[in-house]
Each structure stands twice: as structure tokens, then as C-alpha cells.
């Protein structure tokens, strides 16, 4: 069965710090795809990443970062130099091709000024 | 694109009053997807659609539960004889083939 963990219930950190968001992921399958998506306190879900499971090129895009290590199953999520406008809950994902999404439990990120 | 539309976007209802949610994807995106989130947890899979046919429904899907699709288009969900444990967030999200999922701002159900 397809599973992700993400360990860490609540984070909180002081602005301009950098924080680090884990998430690990079970599955048997070897095609698979992995998103990462934020929910701000309006509550609706933005799309962030997605990247498949053959893919394990580090991106960056801006002050975000992903690690994707297929050998410990995870992928991990770095914000750089955090902004209060950071705050929210960050889930992470797993999908088979259908789209459908088994999400982890969700990180509350609080970044204070 | 306009995105994902929802209706309505909170909804109280009594035990056991039958309730409908509307979801309007974003234009020619074969699939729609709907989800349930409660306080604290992550989305959880419902059913999806691949155009109108209804390819997958999750068993957290009960018989009072039911999906439709009619024209590949928009898409309801109705909850039967409603219950406490049904109060939760509603999601629906969109994609094009089972890519990047496009998601509403959902329906908030309070079952009182």
C-alpha cells in the first residue's frame, strides 16, 4: 500500500531562518509522482512541485528547494531565508499515474516576524 | 483558466438532511477528483472521473455517498441522510490526465 509520512506535526521558526520539511513515502510501484503542496489559512491547496520517480535532479525555484533521494525514500523540502507569508501547512504527495493523491498528515509551519 | 469553482462554500445542515455540492473544473480538464479533509488531517482520496465515467471510489465512499459527472463537465457530490462524522472539508480538484491537480477552496459541511 501507498503510504507518506511527514513526521514533523509543527514547525516553527523566526523569519529569515531556513527550514527543512520532511517527508518519506512508501510504495511498490517504480512509476510514481511526488508533489508538494501548501495551504494557506484560506485554506485552499496551491501546487508547489511535482516530480516523477525517475527524476532525481535537485530543483530550485526561488527561495524553494527539493531533495529527492530515491535510496531513503524522501523528499525533502527546503524554504530558504523564510518569510512570514510562509506560514501555512504543507503536505506532501504520492501518486500512481491516475492523479490520485495519497497525501501525508501535513506540516504547520509558523514563521514569526 | 478560471480554476476550480465549488459550491457552496459552507454548508450546515441537520442530522440526517440530504445535502448536494457542486464542483465546475477548470474547462477541458478530462479529470476531477473529489477529497475529504478533516481538522488536522491531509486530504483523503473519494472517488475520481475520467470524463463521466467514474473509475475509482474509495471505501471511505458509503452507500450515502454518491458522485456523478453527467457530460464529463461538472460534477456532485450528494451526501444521504447526513451524519456527524460527516462534517469535514470537501475538495475538489482537477487535472489534465492525471497530472498537476488543480484544487477548489472546497465546501465546508457542518453536520449539526
Known amino acids: 500500500a501507498q503510504k507518506v509520512t511527514q513526521a514533523q506535526t509543527e514547525i516553527s521558526v523566526v523569519e529569515k531562518e531556513d527550514v527543512t520539511l520532511d517527508c518519506v513515502y512508501e510504495t511498490r510501484d517504480t512509476t510514481y509522482y511526488l508533489f508538494w503542496y501548501k495551504q494557506p489559512p484560506s485554506g485552499e491547496l496551491v501546487f508547489l512541485i511535482r516530480r516523477n520517480s525517475f527524476d532525481e535532479q535537485n530543483e530550485i525555484s526561488g527561495r524553494y528547494s527539493w531533495n529527492f533521494q530515491k535510496s531513503t525514500s524522501s523528499f525533502n523540502f527546503t524554504i530558504t531565508a523564510s518569510q512570514v507569508v510562509d506560514s501555512a501547512v504543507y503536505f506532501c504527495a504520492l501518486s500512481e499515474d491516475t492523479g490520485k493523491l495519497i497525501f501525508g498528515q501535513g506540516t504547520t509551519l509558523q514563521v514569526k516576524p | 483558466d478560471t480554476g476550480v469553482s465549488q459550491n457552496p462554500r459552507h454548508k450546515i445542515t441537520k442530522r440526517g438532511q440530504n445535502v448536494t455540492f457542486r464542483c465546475d473544473p477548470i474547462?477541458?480538464?478530462?479529470?476531477l477528483y473529489w477529497y475529504r479533509q478533516t481538522l488536522g488531517q491531509g486530504p483523503e482520496f473519494l472517488t475520481y472521473f475520467q470524463n463521466e465515467a467514474q473509475l475509482e471510489k474509495s471505501r471511505l465512499l458509503s452507500d450515502r455517498f454518491s458522485a456523478e459527472r453527467p457530460k464529463g463537465s461538472f460534477s456532485t457530490l450528494e451526501i444521504q441522510r447526513t451524519e456527524q462524522g460527516d462534517s469535514a472539508m470537501y475538495l475538489c480538484?482537477?487535472?489534465?490526465?492525471?497530472?498537476?491537480?488543480?484544487f477548489g477552496s472546497g465546501t465546508q459541511l457542518s453536520v449539526l
Open positions: 480538484a482537477s487535472s489534465k490526465q492525471g497530472k498537476k491537480l488543480f
Open positions: 474547462s477541458e480538464h478530462n479529470r
